[in-house]
């Protein structure tokens, strides 16, 4: 995990969607964010936060993790494994890995990839929140293991 955001800026992202900030929302945000690499399951929040929150139920973590993502505040990947989650940062693609299920973020900083997302936008008329794009294969990691 890498630094933890301040309550106050947690704070202001919850608000500036339009979001209640409860105190399990914040840490759930929080512990999102605060994410260096790869994505979590919901499961590996509820066991993360549950020692901080003994009354945190798992319907209460998929509901904030509903919420956020709605709110384009994180992102949710569909994976063969199940969902995972992660913070959304600049535009990325997601690497996904086909044997291990690792998901690695690589931030290319293309303006190729900006550009057709804000045409896209503007063909529909569309606000558009965040973007990531997937690529399923397999890891260097995997591959050496045959």
């Not at 919901?42 to 993360?48: G, V």
């Not at 900083?109 to 929140?129: H, I, K, N, P």
């Given at each position: 995990?890498?630094?933890?955001?301040?309550?106050?800026?947690?704070?202001?992202?919850?608000?500036?969607?339009?979001?209640?900030?409860?105190?399990?929302?914040?840490?759930?945000?929080?512990?999102?964010?605060?994410?260096?690499?790869?994505?979590?399951?919901?499961?590996?929040?509820?066991?993360?936060?549950?020692?901080?929150?003994?009354t945190l139920s798992r319907a209460t973590v998929y509901n904030n993790l509903a919420a956020l993502g709605a709110a384009g505040l994180i992102?949710?990947?569909?994976?063969?494994?199940?969902?995972?989650?992660?913070?959304?940062?600049?535009?990325?693609?997601?690497?996904?890995?086909?044997?291990?299920?690792?998901?690695?973020?690589?931030?290319?900083?293309?303006?190729?990839?900006?550009?057709?997302?804000?045409?896209?936008?503007?063909?529909?008329?569309?606000?558009?929140?965040?973007?990531?794009?997937?690529?399923?294969?397999?890891?260097?990691?995997?591959?050496?293991?045959?």
């Amino acid at each position: 995990m890498g630094t933890p955001l301040p309550a106050s800026e947690l704070l202001a992202m919850l608000d500036s969607r339009g979001l209640a900030a409860t105190t399990q929302r914040v840490a759930l945000l929080g512990s999102l964010l605060a994410i260096d690499e790869g994505h979590v399951s919901a499961e590996d929040l509820y066991r993360e936060l549950s020692g901080q929150f003994p009354t945190l139920s798992r319907a209460t973590v998929y509901n904030n993790l509903a919420a956020l993502g709605a709110a384009g505040l994180i992102e949710k990947l569909d994976t063969h494994e199940g969902s995972r989650y992660g913070p959304v940062t600049q535009p990325h693609v997601n690497l996904v890995c086909l044997g291990c299920g690792q998901i690695s973020d690589a931030l290319i900083g293309d303006e190729g990839l900006t550009s057709v997302v804000e045409r896209a936008a503007a063909a529909g008329a569309f606000a558009v929140r965040s973007v990531s794009v997937s690529v399923s294969g397999v890891c260097a990691a995997c591959r050496a293991r045959g």
